[in-house]
């Protein structure tokens, strides 16, 4: 149990770090919802390494403390139906067991970014932003490749020392 | 970790739906209502597309004359050297523009929801 929090507090930090950086980033490339989701390589990989739960709870404790930390409530509500929508769907690729670390993080990456854009689109009362949907979805797949790389080839090594 | 045949598989799907997407979003785009003219940075008429109308525009860097017809926005004579501001068309659809350089004027269709989205997500 201690060593469940210990971990679970090393894997937030890492976590609460990538988004730091992420926030350094606010508009990327000026398309509204398209985030480098950073942060999404340390759920990726609590996913793979302790479970689904832990990886839920890593997640909903990293967007309300970087939000504290580096954004406002609103941008609370913001992040949270993104990253929960995309984590709901990584949980079910994840589940049907056909892909690897790879298609899962994809996956998050994609749809994080289509529901921060309907949740954008909700706010503004647009229909006009759903003109980014290509971008969005194949910056998805660029991001969510990358941090499956990062998280599928660290995951390696940090097994052995956080199990 | 390596990639496996399913994940090229899912990730070709996603990039086909992004183009898929792409070709429906921009074949479908809407129309404008107004038109944004602006010289050199200044909004100087905004009008509405749905009515027919020529107008002269002049300024100290040269004379366009701007027709709407049938819902559509061009350009149909100017001053400047070049004459390109002329052959880039008929504009109507949402963000489309028609830009003379030479004499600083852009056209800009716009639609009649516009918002700009100024919160950050994190």
Known sequence: ?163 | MRIIKNDIVLISIFIIVSIVSFVVVFASASFGSRVIVSINGTTMYELDLSEDIEIDIDSEYGHNKLVIEDGECFLSDADCPDGLCIKQGKISKNGQSIICLPNKLVLTIKGEDETEIDTIAR
């Open chain 1, 1 to 163: 149990m201690t060593k469940k929090i210990a971990r679970s507090g090393l894997l937030l930090s890492i976590a609460l770090i990538l988004s730091y950086i992420e926030s350094l980033f606010p508009f990327f490339y000026g398309i509204p919802g398209m985030k480098l989701g950073l942060p999404n390589m340390a759920i990726v990989l609590t996913m793979y390494l302790f479970g689904n739960s832990e990886a839920l709870i890593i997640n909903i404790l990293r967007i309300i403390i970087s939000g504290f930390l580096f954004g406002n409530l609103f941008g609370i509500l913001f992040s949270i139906c993104g990253a929960l929508i995309s984590f709901l769907a990584m949980l079910i690729v994840k589940k049907i067991d056909l892909f690897s670390i790879y298609g899962v993080s994809v996956t998050g990456g994609v749809f994080h970014n289509i529901a921060q854009l309907f949740v954008a689109a909700f706010i503004v009362k647009t229909s006009g932003i759903i003109y980014y949907m290509p971008f969005l979805i194949l910056g998805g797949v660029i991001t969510g490749f990358i941090n499956g790389i990062v998280a599928g080839n660290t995951g390696i090594y940090l097994k052995k020392y956080l199990r």
